[in-house]
């Protein structure tokens, strides 16, 4: 795999390589009566095994999703039969939606292998591919514990990057909430968005077919929100899922960029975080 992502046409040629794994990472906003995992077990790709961002997650935090402990991430990799040394696609199935989530998790873990199916399962769906239904029982896999910070900011770094202008922050967020003009779909948030923090919305960077937009479309919407790709970029959504859309869009384009994981689900409940609404 030459880049973060892979062609339907390349990833249906290659399944059942032993070299291979396939994720799915389908998961919906909590507004949305859909259930990742029963998305899963009704269609999925033959041999995809299914990654529960809920649930292969820190549950201590009190946020959601949170990154894992890198030792509990490598005991949930082994038991879906995810070595390190395979190549991972990973696809969800909206497009690309929370597939870039799972990636950005697995680059984060080590991983130096894995991309996201372009278009994902509406776009192979969409192909008449195959696709099978029920559980997959994976052989387990021996993953050791290993993390790199580097692509991973807390609500400090982030604080600190809007007070210095060290790093750019976007966040992912519908424009409507950037601006505090629609609430937000988790109770107890404050509406509106970080002083300094720029807005691209997710959707921004996809097509409807569910395929990231051409570099061309990417660099011009990052540029039209105001943004420096020769500058270090923090990225934000409600959660911490969408804004791994971004990132993937960044990685296409050449550059790299941090997720703030807590994102608006932890900045919009803390009292000392400044909230601003408007444009």
């Not at 892979?6 to 389908?26: E, K």
């Not at 989530?101 to 873990?109: A, F, H, P, Q, Y």
């Not at 919407?221 to 959660?239: H, N, T, V, W, Y």
């Not at 990132?247 to 000392?272: H, P, V």
């Amino acid at each position: 795999m030459a880049g973060p992502l892979v062609s339907t046409d390349a990833l249906a040629a290659r399944l059942g390589d032993p070299g291979l794994r396939v994720v799915d990472a389908s998961w919906f906003l909590p507004t949305d009566p859909r259930s990742g995992r029963d998305a899963y077990l009704a269609a999925h790709i033959p041999g995809a095994v299914f990654f529960d961002i809920d649930q292969i997650a820190d549950k201590s935090s009190g946020l959601p999703h949170m990154l894992p402990p890198p030792q509990a991430f490598a005991e949930a990799a082994g038991r879906l039969g995810l070595p390190r040394e395979a190549e991972v696609v990973v696809y969800d199935a909206q497009g690309i939606f929370s597939a870039p989530r799972v990636w950005w998790t697995l680059k984060v873990m080590g991983y130096p292998r894995v991309a996201v199916l372009d278009g994902g399962l509406k776009k192979w769906r969409a192909e008449a591919r195959p696709v099978e239904s029920g559980d997959v029982a994976p052989t387990s896999a021996a993953v050791t514990a290993s993390f790199d910070p580097r692509a991973v900011r807390d609500f400090e770094a982030v604080r600190h990057a809007l007070a210095s202008g060290e790093a750019q922050v976007v966040d992912a967020r519908p424009a409507a909430r950037f601006r505090g003009e629609a609430p937000e779909p988790r109770p107890g948030l404050r509406a509106g968005h970080m002083p300094g923090a720029r807005n691209l919305p997710w959707s921004a960077v996809v097509r409807e077919d569910g395929t990231l937009k051409p570099p061309a479309e990417l660099r011009a919407a990052f540029e039209a929100a105001g943004l420096d790709l020769s500058r270090p970029m923090i990225a934000s959504c409600g959660s911490g899922v969408s804004a791994a859309v971004l990132t993937l869009a960044l990685a296409q384009l050449g550059t790299e960029a941090a997720i703030y994981d807590g994102s608006w689900a932890e900045w919009g409940a803390r009292d000392d975080a400044s909230v601003v609404t408007g444009p």
